[in-house]
């Protein structure tokens, strides 16, 4: 989680999906702690092929969209108060 922590502190960056694999039970209190650590995703071990592969391509969607939102704001003046494209 400290790993997950450093990597979402850099300013700047290009967005990384973390997928947590563990041996631990998904408890809620566990899920919290890693959600506010910046996990995105969870998977228990031993992953099921099928579920990894899932997994993955949302992983791959989302960093998609991530990249595409990125070269819209290079492209549009957004407001960094408002969020709002400016003329």
Do not use: W
């Given at each position: ?51 990894l592969r899932v997994r993955l391509r949302v992983a791959e969607r989302i960093l998609g969209y991530a990249s595409q ?19």
């Amino acid at each position: 989680l400290e790993l997950c922590r450093r990597v979402r502190a850099r300013a700047g960056r290009d967005y990384v999906y973390f997928i947590l694999l563990t041996g631990l039970e998904p408890t809620e209190e566990n899920q919290i702690a890693a959600s506010e650590a910046g996990v995105d995703d969870f998977l228990t071990k031993p992953p099921k092929d099928s579920e990894l592969r899932v997994r993955l391509r949302v992983a791959e969607r989302i960093l998609g969209y991530a990249s595409q939102v990125r070269q819209l704001e290079a492209i549009l003046p957004i407001c960094g108060y408002c969020k709002k494209v400016r003329d």
